[in-house]
């Protein structure tokens, strides 16, 4: 059973991230989320390993004008090739091009944090290096045809309560309890799935808000011991899996959006 961990100050998370929220909830932590609208530039002269706990500072600073007795803890993320960062790419061929940079090469990724608390502000700063493998041109094609490296975001949460029929019920995806999430492709498609209870698989939990940005291999939610999921696709998605086919999470493609 999951602790809620007590603090003195109220805990704001300045940021939307679904994984930094997930993050904090897997620890016990209660809190509240107020995304910091900061200017995000910063000196040409600065180092790009000192940019995030940099960037960091200045957006828990500028939520503790407004609540200077909470808890703010802001964090910041940079891909650094070389001693140039790569931001975020706008667009398909931008993500393409980003790839082709990396492809064969090390990157280091730094994330900074900064936690304001009425006593004074800490910061720390970790980093990684990451090698990537030489990836073929259609292996960088497919990646971003997907959109794995561009915006989505959700769009719609609803937990439902209902009955516990077993999970394999034809009525079960309408009268179960159940919750539903709508995902916005940067195309404008929608998806919609809807993690299903069953006789045994109860107490379903989800994290997934409006207005998070969705991530491709996040976790939305689980179902203790498991049960059923529910996919809704545009119409004329194309389908790449067969009936009574096994998939798995994370490695079996479904289908590919028009």
Not at 38 to 53: I, L, N, R, T
Not at 184 to 195: A, P, S, V
Not at 225 to 251: E, Y
């Amino acid at each position: 059973m999951q602790t809620s961990l007590s603090l003195q100050y109220p805990f704001i998370l300045a940021s939307n991230s679904p994984r930094r929220k997930e993050i904090l909830r897997s620890a016990g932590f209660e809190f509240s989320v107020l995304p910091s609208d900061v200017d995000e530039s910063f000196s040409a002269e600065m180092k790009p390993q000192e940019v995030p706990v940099h960037l960091a500072e200045r957006k828990a600073n500028e939520l503790a004008l407004i609540s200077p007795n909470a808890l703010v803890l802001a964090a910041d993320t940079v891909v650094i090739l070389g001693n140039d960062i790569l931001n975020k790419p706008q667009d398909k061929l931008e993500a393409i091009q980003m790839l082709q940079q990396l492809s064969g090469k090390t990157h280091e990724v730094v994330t900074g944090i900064a936690l304001h608390t009425p006593q004074g502000l800490l910061t720390k700063a970790d980093s990684a290096l990451v090698k990537f493998r030489v990836f073929e041109d259609w292996e960088i094609d497919f990646y971003v045809r997907e959109g794995s490296c561009l915006d989505k975001a959700v769009t719609y949460t609803k937990y439902h309560p209902g009955l516990f029929l077993v999970a394999w019920h034809p009525k079960s995806s309408t009268d179960n309890e159940r919750s539903t999430c709508v995902v916005k492709h940067e195309n404008g498609q929608e998806i919609l799935f809807r993690q299903i209870a069953g006789a045994m698989a109860r107490r379903i939990c989800y994290y997934a808000q409006k207005g998070d940005k969705a991530t491709q291999g996040a976790e939305f939610g689980f179902i203790k011991f498991g049960s059923r999921v529910d996919l809704f696709l545009p119409l004329g998605t194309k389908i790449d899996v067969q009936l009574n086919q096994k998939v798995k999470a994370k490695l079996t493609k479904l289908g590919s959006l028009n």
